[in-house]
């Protein structure tokens, strides 16, 4: 299984990106996909969720509002669209799946991970 984020990149406080995540090499389509992100000498946040039988996903309070997360279920593709980014300097976003389909953010439930791509925010 690999999961392969794109997207990172520089902007400015308040401005937006969007990452994509695409798996491939999963046996079923019945998975949860999760976004997270990690600050140097922060723990790892989870961000937001979609199960596969959930119609919309969960977020962490911290993004609700500004971030979206979509899912291509044909494409195998995940995306989290950005908006009002806020100051919060170098961080690495991350995407992961879950085998057992479970509604949950905590990390340890999840199997396969992406190798991260960074977004740097600034003013």
């Known amino acids: 299984v690999q999961l392969v984020e794109s997207g990172g990149g520089s902007v400015q406080t308040g401005g937006s990106l969007r990452l994509s995540c695409a798996a491939s090499g999963m046996s079923s389509a019945v998975y949860a996909i999760a976004w997270f992100r990690q600050a140097p000498g922060k723990e790892r946040e989870g961000i937001s969720y979609?199960?596969?039988?959930?119609?919309?996903?969960t977020y962490t309070s911290s993004v609700k509002g500004r971030f979206t997360m979509t899912r291509d279920h044909a494409k195998n593709t995940a995306y989290l669209q950005m908006n009002n980014l806020q100051d919060e300097g170098t961080t690495i976003y991350c995407c992961a799946i879950d085998r057992t389909n479970f509604e949950s953010i905590e990390y340890q439930l999840y199997d396969y991970w992406g190798q991260g791509t960074q977004i740097t925010v600034s003013t």
């Open positions: 979609i199960s596969n039988g959930q119609t919309q996903p």
